[in-house]
């Protein structure tokens, strides 16, 4: 069996887990909880009170709630819980609240989240969809957080905050890949500013298949940011919850149109690699055409022609596939790879790129990727107009 070589991005500082505060009366419940959450990845605190909530509010920040609307002193009301949100917003009013619990009416809901509840999970619950729901949340408030902030405070702080924010953003692109008998990934990104709009990910779908997504969001900086941690929550999500690509990029579709101001779009492709038929299900709306390069020396483009995302509601996108190869290479890239220009203001252009490949197909993912980002900043004098993102898979 061929051996997985994973090959890091650039290194970045130490990961910071997401804090999530837990608070439930039933111990079961927490430790159901704790259990499901510790798996992925996220640091956890709970309480069993009301009181305990307010305190551990006030001792640190969070990044998500997640409570029972219900306690020991109000167990099918609600009531208890809703005043305790109520007061919850007078210590942080940004904090992301996930309510859950067994009794649930319309008017319960509807009052939550009218005090400030962001979404809305009862008991019992389905770990699926409540890792896609607080991953959703946690996204969102770390959106949310940093636009008051950036609002709010002066522009040395601001300088500060936008380095914070930079660290943030290489966090939420993958640091390691799925390990894959007989698949070897390789990625890198670099914004044209400290934010970037660019987004990639690599991702275990189950069932012996790989998600393989990259997208351009229109624009650069902290509105491009912005919008691009929201698409990654929208992309996982939707991934989650549909299999298929083209399902997934009208899911993903319909979430960018509500969210966009006029004239922003968004570019993606998303790919789902079955390792037991050896090939690539996969939608491009609007995204650069992927370069395959067989082991034969043949040039395969992966442009199935959909509309760019964020524009029309409702569209449906053509799903194409296509078979991958031991030798094969795959480069995914965004336009400030191939638009990188010179001096004379000519384009790196995407034949560049393609004869790249050529000359290292017998290389590594790593190897490869590398060697594209230097002749782009040799063409370029590294000076990046655009951002510029890189993801890279050898078949082997």
């Known amino acids: 069996m061929a051996s997985v070589q994973i090959v890091d991005s650039p290194p970045v500082r130490t990961y910071q887990a997401p804090r999530v505060l ?52 109000d167990t099918t009301s609600g009531l208890e819980g809703l005043d305790l949100i109520t007061r919850i917003r007078t210590l942080d009013e940004m904090l992301p609240v996930v309510a859950i619990t067994a009794w649930g009416t319309m008017e319960l809901a509807i009052e939550a989240m009218r005090r400030g ?21 946690i996204a969102q408030g770390h959106s949310r957080r940093l636009s008051r ?23 939420l692109m993958p640091k390691e890949f799925p390990p894959l008998d007989g698949y070897e990934f390789s990625a890198s990104s670099r914004p044209a500013r400290s934010l970037g709009g660019d987004y990639y990910d690599v991702f275990y779908h189950g069932g012996g298949t790989l998600g393989l997504c990259i997208a351009d969001v229109c624009g650069k900086g902290i509105p491009a940011a912005l919008l691009m941690a929201n698409l ?78 964020g524009v029309f509601n409702g569209l449906e996108y053509q799903e194409s596939d296509v078979s991958i190869e031991p030798g094969d290479r795959l480069v995914l890239f965004t336009d400030g790879i191939s638009e990188a220009d010179n001096d004379m203001g000519e384009e790196f252009g995407e034949d ?18 590398n060697s594209i980002f230097n002749a782009v900043d040799e063409f370029s004098g590294g000076r990046l107009r655009d951002d510029a993102t890189i993801v890279v898979m050898a078949a082997k």
């Open 22 to 73: 837990l608070a439930d009366d039933e111990q079961g419940v927490l430790e159901a909880l704790q259990l499901l959450l510790k798996l992925d990845g996220l640091e956890i605190e709970t309480a069993r009170s009301p009181k305990a909530v307010l305190q551990a509010l006030s001792a640190r920040q969070f990044d998500l709630l997640l409570m029972d609307l219900n306690y020991a002193n």
């Open 117 to 137: 509840v962001g979404d809305f999970v009862l008991k019992p619950w389905d770990n699926t969809q409540m890792l896609s729901v607080i991953r959703t949340q």
């Open 149 to 171: 902030r950036l609002q709010a405070e002066s522009e040395e702080f601001l300088r500060n905050e936008v380095t914070e924010a930079c660290e943030v953003q290489r966090r």
């Open 232 to 309: 990654q929550a929208t992309v996982q999500s939707a991934a989650v919850e549909e299999r298929r690509p083209c399902r997934v990029a009208r899911r993903v579709n319909s979430a960018v149109c509500r969210n966009v101001s006029p004239g922003r779009f968004v570019t993606l492709f998303y790919g789902l690699l079955d390792t037991s038929s050896h090939r690539l299900s996969y939608v491009n709306a609007g995204h650069n055409a992927p370069i395959l390069l067989r082991a034969t020396g043949q040039v395969i483009r992966l442009d199935s022609a959909g509309p760019v995302l």
């Open 352 to 369: 560049r790129i393609s004869a790249i490949l050529k000359e290292t197909s017998g290389r590594s993912a790593g190897e490869i990727r």
